[in-house]
Every structure is written in C-alpha cells, then in structure tokens.
C-alpha cells in the first residue's frame, strides 16, 4: 500500500518557525504583552456561560458586529475565522484554485504564495524594487501577463516593515478592477502604521484588507483574524468556510476584545515609540537597517572583513545571538534578503538584551 499527497504537495516544504526556549523571543512579532487583565476577567465570566452542548452561532453575529462599528462598517462585510491566515486560505479557496493565478510581489510574507500553491493556485511573482517599494510598471507587466484571479500586497510587510502609499495601492486597486482581479491588502500589522487601505473599502470595488488580532491585540493565542470588504465577497467566502469554523470561547475572546480598545492602542503607541528608539540605537552600529511601519525591524549586519559573505555573515550573528538566549528571525537564506534579520520590537528589557547581546556579537 502506498498512500501519497497530491504531487505538488510532495514536492513542497512545510512553514518553518522555531519555537526555541530562549530568554529573549523576538522572532515571530507577537506582542510582549499580555492583554489587559480586565479583559481576561471579562473572558473568564464569559466562559462560564457557554452552552457547550450547542453549536456556535455560525454568522458571529456579535464578533461581526463589533468588529464593523471598529471599522464603521456593515456587519456584512466582515468575515472572520481562525487567524487571518484562515481568511487569506478561504480567499484562495473561494477565487483561487486550478487554472488561476495568485499574485505577490516579493520580498513579502511566505504564506500568500505558501497557500496560493496549497489550493492548487499558480503564482504569479514580481519583484519589489531595491528599496523594497513597489514598482507600479512591474505591478502592470504582472497583471498583464499572468492575468491573476487574486493579488496581495502588505502593508506594512513582512518582513521589510516598508508601508505602501495610498497613492499606490489606490493604484493598484484600478489596476485589479481593470482586471477583474481581487485585491488583498494584508494590514497584520496595520495599527502600527499611518494610514489603513480600509478607508478604500467600498461595496462596488474589488478590494479586502485583512487584520489579525495576533499582532496588536496581544492575541496570538486566540487565533482570530478577519477582513473587511464588500458584502458579496463575504456572501462567496461564506460558501466556502467550514460550518461553526468560529468556535464559542474564541468568538467571546474577540468580542470582549473590542471592549478594550483603548487599552489595545496603548500598547501600540509604546511599541512605535520603542520601535523608534531601537532604530535610533541600531543606526549606532555596524549594521544597515530600514525604517519600519510594523512592530518589527529587518537589519543586515555589514559583512565582516575576511567574512564568507553576506548570508554566512547573517547565520552566524543570528547564531551569537541565540548563544546568548536572544531568538530573532533568521531570514539570510531567503531570496532577495541575503543576510538580513528581522528581530520583533519587544519590552525596552528585551529590546536592551537584544542590543547588548548584538553588540557583543558584532564586537
Ligand atoms: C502574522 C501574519 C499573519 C497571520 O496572522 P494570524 O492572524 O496569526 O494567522 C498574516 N499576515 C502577515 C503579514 C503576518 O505577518
């Protein structure tokens, strides 16, 4: 007996994260703080009244509802699910699939060509210009010669930090609409930067913004994310979703989330003024760094005298760095980014660790 995936699966590599034990986690960009102990009070009651012999409620209604007044929205257009990689998967499902195309623009966040090719999606990849911007002439060869079904941007990015203009994903969205092609702006990381592409969010245009509550909202264990869009894309992703996909307890944790929204944004306000205090003391060292409109950082440390090169370079600071119980993420290997590190803006105690421990190590 020869029990085999699909050939495609076969040929691919699973998503590689560590999940090391170390002192200092900078390395998936979660949040460095619970979130607010009033809001756990408030989940533990909650929980209590669950009906666990019933299903779910299946539309979410409440979840929806506060999730719309945030965004000052219909609560129609917003579809939820397990963790915002769960909405961009139904998306691929539901506009993907065999014989369309998905588009990116890389460097981005591995997952939307990772799920693209999971549903059996093509990918049609171009290329971010040096500095990381977009290119809107690249934008317009991709969208011209592969025709995709479905395109992603995100702004922020990961793992560049880089914010696309509105100007230019406004751009991009006439371009989609030109091409009967539905936009993706992944904001995971959106309430850290200046503007949000839900302001062009409108019924009659082919446009979805996703959010997490993993980053921001001190969630990541929760696993709730959600887009905001036009009603009919919601109405096409409903198809597509499993049935009580949304269990009780998450559904309650998100809700009760939106209670404490002022709460959430404290925390942002002092991760962006960490975020520009960790810059200022990068800019310090031997090391090129980017601005960010994220909660994290990408570096490259200069390439050492006699050193093998950039990527080798990148490996063995990321490894000092984990001698000294401090985990970034390593990205030296990944195309395009050869040599460089990301490392997560955590509390000004980590973020010191970290600085000390890099010090060392470049030293
Ligand atoms: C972390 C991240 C996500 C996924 O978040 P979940 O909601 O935890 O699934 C999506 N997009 C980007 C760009 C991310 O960095």
Known sequence: MTVRP??????MEGYHSPQVDVRVRLNTNESPEPPPAAWEDDLAEALAGIDWNRYPDRAATELRAGIAA????????VFAANG????????????????????????????????????????????????????????????AESRPSVAFLCSPNNPTGVVDPREVVAEVLELAEA??????????????????????VDQSRPLVVTRTFSKTWSMAAARLGYLVGPAWVVADLEKVILPYHLDAAKQLAGTLALTHVDAMGARV????????????????????????GANFVLLRPNAAD?????????????????????????????????????VTIGTPDEDDAFLTALREVLA
């Open 6 to 11: 699909r050939d495609d699966v076969a040929l």
């Open 179 to 200: 091409g009967d092609c539905l936009l993706v702006v992944d904001e995971a990381y959106g309430q850290f930067a200046p503007w949000s592409a839900v302001d062009l």
């Open 269 to 292: 306000e002092r991760l962006v003024a960490e975020r520009v205090r960790l810059i200022d003391a990068l800019r310090e060292l031997p090391v090129q760094v980017w601005d960010s």
């Open 70 to 77: 945030l965004h000052e929205v219909d609560p129609a257009q």
């Open 84 to 143: 915002s990689n769960e909405v961009l998967q139904t998306i691929l499902l539901t506009y993907g699939g065999p014989s369309r195309s998905a588009a990116v623009w890389e460097p981005t966040y591995a997952l939307h060509s990772h799920i693209a090719r999971i549903t059996g999606t093509g990918v049609a990849e171009g290329e971010r210009a040096e500095d990381f911007s977009l290119d809107l002439d690249e934008v317009r060869r991709v969208f």
């Open 306 to 342: 006699g050193s093998p090169g950039m990527r080798a370079r990148g490996d063995e600071v990321w490894q000092g760095l984990l001698d000294r119980s401090v985990l970034v993420r390593n990205c030296s290997s990944w195309p395009r980014l050869d040599g460089c590190l990301r």
